[in-house]
Each structure stands twice: as C-alpha cells, then as structure tokens.
C-alpha cells in the first residue's frame, strides 16, 4: 500500500557539522509533506512543511527539499547543535486530508 | 493558550479493565486525532474528528471508541484493555484536517 518511510533509522553527526535526513514517499498524489521532531518523553513539534508545488523551503537553519520525480523528502539542519538530538519524522497528507501518514522516523544523535 | 493537553501522563491498567484518556485544546481547532505510537514505529491514527458530533476512524482503530461532543474535547476510551494497547498515546489538533496539526505531550499506557 501507499506508505511514507525513511531511509536511515540513525543519524550521527559532530555538533557544527549540517545534518541532512531524508524521506521517502510512494503516494504520488500527496499534496503536503510536515517534518516533526520528538524529543524524548515528548509529542511531536512541528519544524517545517511544504506544499507538492514548491520544490524547496526554508525556515530557522532547516531546509526541506522536496524531488516530486522520485517522491523524495528531505530535510537539512544547519550548523547541528546538541539540542537537535531527536527523532524525526517525516509525514504526507493524504489526498482526502484525513489522514497524517507518518514515516518509522531518523535518531539525530549530535556528538560534541 | 495551554494548546492541546492530555490527562494522564502515566496509566497503568489490568487486562479487561477500561478507561478514557482525555485530551483538549484551547485554539478552537476543528480536526482532532488519536495516534498511538509504538517502539521503533512511527505515529498511527486510531481516529479523527473533523468537527464537533463527526468522527471516524484511522488506521487502527479496533479496541478504541471517540466521541467529540464539544469543539474542545476529543476524549479516547478504552472498553476492555488489552495488552497489546501498551503504548504511548498522543493527540492531536489542527485548525481544519489539511492543516498542521500540533500534538499533546502524550499518555503512557501499560496494560498487564
């Protein structure tokens, strides 16, 4: 069926050094993509989304990037502090707008 | 705004027993949901409600019942606890179901 995964379930990098985790999606008709990032013994926060019609958006040291031809989804952490250190998901809205798709989500680990 | 709280943080039940979890949300948001989350998975919905007297249902929503009564509570309940509802429980808003949607801190679940 229909699914949105991720490619590496963990991630380390060396605090400074930028972090880019992807995502991969096989509903080709998902219009919206969100990244979340749990920290620990926390619900999901919201980081930063797109929309199908734009191929890149940036927010505070976070870039999603967005490659419609091969449905993939990534996003990049500038300058990767300890505070990054998290799970992050990636998540598409359905056709219908229903429903939130989650991906297995990507452990940043940052090492000082 | 408090955004959206869940009562309890921690339960602990015996099989066959039930029980509701409470949620809530101060920022008159219209779509609701219910993700349970399980070790090394992403978020699955249990159910939405995109309105007050409206829901449905997710992805996995056998053992789970939702009622929607006001715009501001989207209460979960579990009939008869199963072990294998262990998990953490986390809900979720947004201003309409194609929105962002921004979780509560969680509900963690054991049932023995």
């Known amino acids: 069926g229909e699914s949105v995964g991720l490619h590496l379930p963990t991630l380390s990098v060396q605090e400074g050094d930028n972090s880019i985790i992807n995502c991969a999606y096989s509903n080709s008709a998902s219009d919206y993509f969100i990244w979340y990032k749990q920290e620990s013994g926390k619900g999901p926060q919201f980081i930063i989304d797109?929309?199908?019609?734009?191929d890149k958006r940036q927010g505070q040291r976070v870039t999603v990037l967005l490659n419609k031809t091969v449905k993939h989804l990534s996003l990049q952490i500038a300058a990767t502090q300890p505070g990054d250190s998290a799970v992050y998901f990636c998540?598409?809205?359905?056709?219908?707008?229903?429903?939130?798709?989650f991906g297995g989500g990507t452990r940043l680990m940052v090492k000082p | 705004n408090a955004g959206v709280t869940q009562t309890p943080k921690f339960q602990v039940l015996k099989t066959g027993q039930s029980m509701t979890l409470q949620c809530a949300q101060d920022m008159n948001h219209e779509y609701m949901s219910w993700y349970r989350q399980d070790p090394g998975m992403g978020l699955r919905l249990i159910h939405y409600?995109?309105?007050?007297?409206?829901?449905d249902q997710g992805e996995v929503p056998n053992g789970y019942n939702v009622s929607r009564s006001t715009t501001e509570d989207f209460p979960l309940r579990l009939l008869s606890a199963a072990p294998s509802q262990t998990s953490v429980y986390f809900c979720?808003?947004?201003?309409?179901?194609?929105?962002?949607?921004?979780f509560g801190p969680g509900t963690r679940l054991t049932v023995l």
């Open positions: 797109i929309r199908s019609n734009m």
């Open positions: 979720a808003s947004s201003y309409n179901r194609a929105d962002t949607q921004y």
């Open positions: 409600s995109v309105g007050a007297g409206i829901t």
């Open positions: 998540a598409e809205n359905n056709n219908a707008g229903n429903m939130l798709t």
